[in-house]
Nanobody
Framework: QVQLVESGGGLVQAGGSLRLSCVASGRTFSNEKMGWFRQVPGKERDFVAA????????DYADSVKGRFTISRDNAKNTLYLQMNSLKPEDTAVYYC?????????????????????WGQGTQVTVSS
């Protein structure tokens, strides 16, 4: 059974930092992409960042570019999201996703339908 389990969320003041982790079990995602999305109640799940298998290719939503960094440790089957200079508008449930190839031309990784597996989410709350 494939599982993605996020951790590292919490309450932080504006300007602070958090590091999210996502541990995959049940299979490895060799040659497959992983990504982070976020969602607030009543809204769609939004793309945050994605990374290729080797880590050589990454992409970010404009709203987080320069503040967030996505990385992965394939030996540990773990995905990370380092979040710096957090803003109240970053408040959301953050989801880890995995599966499928990283396609830079179509940028299919920016859409939830581009992934096969999802974690349960971790809450990030940024106070002003």
């Amino acid at each position: 059974q494939v599982q993605l389990v996020e951790s590292g969320g919490g309450l932080v003041q504006a300007g602070g930092s958090l590091r999210l982790s996502c541990v995959a079990s049940g299979r490895t995602f060799s040659n497959e992409k992983m990504g982070w999305f976020r969602q607030v109640p009543g809204k769609e799940r939004d793309f945050v960042a994605a990374i290729s298998w080797t880590g050589s290719s990454t992409d970010y939503a404009d709203s987080v570019k320069g503040r967030f960094t996505i990385s992965r440790d394939n030996a540990k089957n773990t995905l990370y999201l380092q979040m710096n200079s957090l803003k109240p508008e970053d408040t959301a449930v953050y989801y880890c996703a995995a599966g499928g190839p990283f396609k830079p031309l179509t940028r299919h990784y920016r859409y939830p339908a581009g992934y096969d597996y999802w974690g349960q989410g971790t809450q990030v709350t940024v106070s002003s």
